[in-house]
């Protein structure tokens, strides 16, 4: 992937810079917003991209794009500009998203189910979640996947817990042919 190490430099450069201006909650919803409007604006991404098209073509574009941002990324996009880096804005976008989650220790778990979750059951989910994590800033991302047939799938960084009717019942099966075979 083209610019992996930089942009990760360039975010890592960004959350302390933002730090030190004590605007790191401004820099971090612009930098949201910069990474949910390129990854969702295929033209806008393929302009960046593009080695066809002038650089102050670009800046130009940005700067109507992004209107209302902060001077801290406005110096960014100079900066990328200047290094011929505009091609990966989207990538440092997301990995100071990432990092400003690591600084503030904000986790999210995801939660599957088989049907979409209830504002109680979203409740007691994260009840749940924060009495075995010890940290109460964790989001829920819910996605739903019938396959699973009931119960829940609960992912939190690398731990998994799966409660799932599919689950269990592919490992009652696989006992009950475990004891077929003895």
Known sequence: MYGFRAANRYAKALLEYALQQNSVERVFQDME????????NKELGNLLDSPIV????KKNVLEKV????S???HRLFKLLIENRRLPILNQIAQKFVIQYNEYKNN????VTTAVPL????RVEVL??????????NITIENKVDESIIGGFILRIGDIQYNASVAYKLNKLKQDFQ????V
């Open 54 to 57: 002038k650089t102050i073509v």
């Open 33 to 40: 917003l910069i990474h949910r409007t390129i990854s969702s």
């Open 178 to 181: 475990e004891k077929l075979f």
């Open 127 to 136: 009840r749940k979640i924060e009495s075995l994590t010890q940290n109460a």
């Open 71 to 73: 001077p801290e990324v």
């Open 66 to 69: 992004f209107v209302d941002i």
């Open 118 to 121: 209830t504002d109680n059951m």
């Open 107 to 110: 986790q999210t778990a995801i």
